[in-house]
């Protein structure tokens, strides 16, 4: 599809960056491999693990799925980043709209105990996207 030359590196679990009798899946998964004639590898960095980031993960990826429901008084663009699951992410739709809750722990994490995978994976791409990169210089008015 010739999307390889314009990927960036994203984000993976953490545990994957861990060395376990000596093989570090990270390193075998970043390995380059022949594609179409050409050396290609896939780069991963690994999730942010600071506390409190699982909290405001589930928060911005509520915060995105409520952003893309229409508001009646507007029609422009939408202002905000929005999440959009596409009809053939199967595994997503079946299993992330009906993740519970850890009422017992913390209500504003999931119940890590159910099958979560794919959410963390949304959630790491989420709180990875959400990073503001770049620089720059602010000019104008102090207050």
């Not at 913390?106 to 105990?113: I, W």
């Given at each position: 599809?010739?999307?390889?030359?314009?990927?960036?590196?994203?984000?993976?679990?953490?545990?994957?960056?861990?060395?376990?009798?000596?093989?570090?899946?990270?390193?075998?998964?970043?390995?380059?491999?022949?594609?179409?004639g050409?050396?290609?590898?896939?780069?991963?960095?690994?999730?942010?693990?600071?506390?409190?980031?699982?909290?405001l993960?589930?928060?911005?990826?509520?915060?995105?799925?409520?952003?893309?429901?229409?508001?009646?008084?507007?029609?422009?663009?939408?202002?905000?980043?929005?999440?959009?699951?596409?009809?053939?992410?199967?595994?997503?739709?079946?299993?992330?709209?009906?993740?519970?809750?850890?009422?017992?722990?913390?209500?504003?994490?999931?119940d890590?105990t159910?099958?979560?995978?794919?959410?963390?994976?949304?959630?790491?791409?989420?709180?990875?996207?959400?990073?503001?990169?770049?620089?720059?210089?602010?000019?104008?008015?102090?207050?």
């Amino acid at each position: 599809m010739g999307i390889h030359d314009r990927c960036g590196a994203g984000p993976a679990d953490a545990s994957i960056f861990k060395t376990e009798n000596g093989v570090c899946y990270a390193k075998e998964l970043m390995r380059p491999q022949q594609v179409n004639g050409k050396k290609r590898h896939l780069t991963f960095v690994s999730s942010n693990s600071a506390p409190g980031t699982r909290k405001l993960g589930w928060g911005l990826m509520r915060e995105r799925f409520l952003a893309i429901v229409p508001d009646p008084d507007h029609h422009g663009p939408r202002e905000f980043p929005g999440m959009f699951i596409l009809s053939r992410c199967a595994q997503f739709r079946r299993t992330v709209p009906v993740l519970p809750r850890d009422m017992d722990k913390d209500p504003d994490d999931v119940d890590t105990t159910t099958e979560d995978h794919i959410g963390d994976e949304s959630r790491y791409m989420v709180v990875f996207s959400a990073v503001k990169r770049g620089s720059g210089r602010l000019s104008g008015v102090a207050c």
